[in-house]
């Protein structure tokens, strides 16, 4: 059995780390004595995994993660109890229980939405300019350390209204697009970056991942 | 603009912005408080939130309901010089308050090193340095912690030092000043009744000598010298039953129980040993409360026991046994820090070492049987064999060994000893079956500096000179090579020698602290900022030679410039104790048998750790 949770990391804990965060959940979950598992010998941790990181800064209202569980518990009471504990910024959204066997979480992750603030007077005419073109290249890390690449097919949707910025990225576990990379790339100071939704692709339209994958 | 709004462009371009952000699980935030309290560690929140006594003291304040106590830390410099450029005054994290709009402002001195970031965070607060130049605007500026046991070199600075236990000196304090202000008084008068309470010292009523020499009072109605606040019964002693639990990684993250306080074996350098006196304890079963609501409210996973001898706690095994046998299901560890090698602490480590095994530290402190009794660490060579040995059939594999280079009437042959020792360490692994070993070993060795230290038996010892302790040090490196397999860890002495200049300083000291500041001197104890050739230019540019004060060597019977404060233990027992060294000779645990330090004309009771009250000569 393996809880399944929607969480979000705004405010004072996007300056949180992805560390920072991990061992605030499980802290949390400790308080308030959930049955998760733990992993056998050395030094034995609990057994959490979360479908993606967060870089620093940037929030999230749609956060992923799974907590192995060695018994069954009332997925609404575990939530509302967390919900009670968990520090400032952090809050459980959902909590589902789903099977053990299945893919992992990060599986089920192909794209991730984002909104942003956008006010310098050019940004309009930069997104354009980039939807236009089929190319931008840059330097990304990969494996085998930092290589050109042409991160434009990695970006799906990206519109303004306004000053009000939607993005949706390629967020595989083949490549993942950080939003801070493309914005340093075209030129773009944004604010208030927050990350929408981490979603699957059925049948060519975008999901949420946990309805896309359920096991 | 809030604070809070204004700093929101900067966080994410310094380091760890969680230093600044607040809104940790725990904090206590009160908007309507009568007194408000600004508690400032001079140094960087993660080392700040490591500190029990903030913990204690933030506990404290906090309970009375209308009392509130902030915490503010260091800024680090990349923040420190954003908040300046863009007019941000030094906040608190609980509200994001200006440190200068506190009623009291508060720091713990818990090293020398640390005096620099006092100035720098007052100056960052907008509070005028010296209490001469503070109006009754500005807040009242206090400080507490080990090193107002020799507060003379900030002297200039401080409106009033707390001296001692301070659980219920910070809150009477607080009552009476919150009583001063009602009845409209001005802050010296104020002052002027402080002074003359227990525990309490006033520098503003104070002179010091025109030379190296004593401190006496500018006016007849308060005290030649001054008593350290005391808590005598540790078990009633307020303790907190929540921490605050960090967003991000500090340096020791975990629950902190305080078994005990003080010591009774009179290591001769060590300050801790002597001003922390009598040895008290808490009960086994205050501590299992304290246990269970600390875990409960916080969630960690890792318990540490701190005592400065936590070997000699009465009931360690006990204690041991039962928090493994609560906690182990829910993998709780429990961690004790340095061990004193003597003491019988195998029960307690096959215990703790069920749910993990972290380093074990041992802190031999002398490589010699000869240095040792010379400095009174009552240990020998076979009781470092049994204990290494009891540790390593515990399965622990991680030692780590403490020492100190340039102690009084240490040779060449001194230093030898040590990695003598280690390789000891090591030959008794490796003599235990390669199956009931538990990996490879992990040898660490490290020396520091020695500082002679107020309050102890060598107060009268100057530091040895900086070239002979980098001699010294080059002597223990090559001989630590023939250790094969150990590390060895040293630090350049600068910091040691400065050290050694302020811990035995006077109020002249207080020139040099300034001009130091002014040339841009601050987190001195972190290597990346610690810039000696600025201090050097600011003792200079202020004409004191900074040797003069760390290589003092001082006659038996001069007055000294902390005389007059008194942390109970007598200077004809130190005294006592210096000439005893000399000659190698040593003076035994007082849990035997009470030694007559004098610590028993501060208490009101026996002493707690004699079961004898006795009044012996002194």
Known sequence: ?215 | MTIRQRIEPLLLKVEKPARYVGGELNQIVKKDAKLRFAFCFPDNYEVGMSHLGIKILYHAINARQDYACERVFAPWPDMADLMRENDIPLFSLETHSPVGEFDIVGFTLQYEMSYTNVLTMLSQAGIPWKWSERGEDAPLVVAGGPCTCNPEPVADFFDLFMLGDGEESIVQLMDMYKESREKGEDKKTFLRRMAKLTGYYVPMFYKASEDFGAVTPLVDDVPAVIDRAMIEDLDTAVYPDKFIVPNTEIVFDRVVLEPARGCTKGCRFCQAGYIYRPARERSVDKLLGLADSLLSSTGYEEISLSALSTGDYSCLHELTSQLVKRYQGDHVSVSLPSLRIDSVVKDALVDISRVRKSSLTFAPEAGTQRLRDVINKGVNEEDLARSVTDAFEAGYTNIKLYFMLGLPTETDEDLVGIAKLASKVRWLFYRIPFEERKGNLKLGASASTFVPKPHTAFQWVGQTPLDEVMRRQGVLRDAMKFVKGASFSWHEPYTSFLEAVFSRGDRHLGKVLARAVELGCRFDSWSEYFDYDKWMQAFSDCGIDPKTYAQREIALDAPLPWDHINYGVSKAFLRREYEKALEAATTGDCRQGCLGCGITKLLKGGCPTCAQYSSSQN
């Open chain 1, 1 to 215: 059995m393996r809880a399944v949770f929607e969480f979000t990391k705004l405010g004072a804990a996007a300056y949180m780390s992805h560390l920072d965060l991990v061992r605030a959940l499980q802290r949390a979950l400790r308080r308030v004595k959930a049955p998760v598992a733990y992993s056998q010998g050395f030094n034995p941790h609990m057994h959490v995994s979360f479908a993606t990181a967060l870089s620093l800064g940037v929030q999230s209202r749609c956060e992923l993660f799974e907590a192995k569980l060695l018994a069954p518990v009332s997925p609404d009471a575990l939530k509302d109890a967390l919900n009670k504990t968990l520090p400032e910024g952090i809050s459980i959204v959902s909590c589902v229980l789903w099977e053990n066997d299945g893919p992992a979480l990060t599986s089920f992750v192909k794209f991730a939405s984002y909104e942003a603030t956008l006010t310098q007077p050019d940004a309009a005419q930069k997104i354009d300019t980039l939807l236009a073109s089929d190319e931008l290249i840059v330097q990304k890390k990969s494996k085998k350390g930092m290589k050109d690449t042409n991160i434009r097919p990695m970006v799906r949707e990206m519109s303004l209204a306004g000053d009000a910025l939607h993005l949706v990225l390629t967020h595989a576990e083949t490549g993942a697009l950080k939003p801070e990379l493309l914005f340093d790339a075209m030129g773009l100071a944004a604010q208030n970056v927050t990350r929408t939704g981490l979603l699957n692709e059925v049948d060519g339209q975008l999901v949420p991942a946990l309805e896309g994958g359920r096991a």
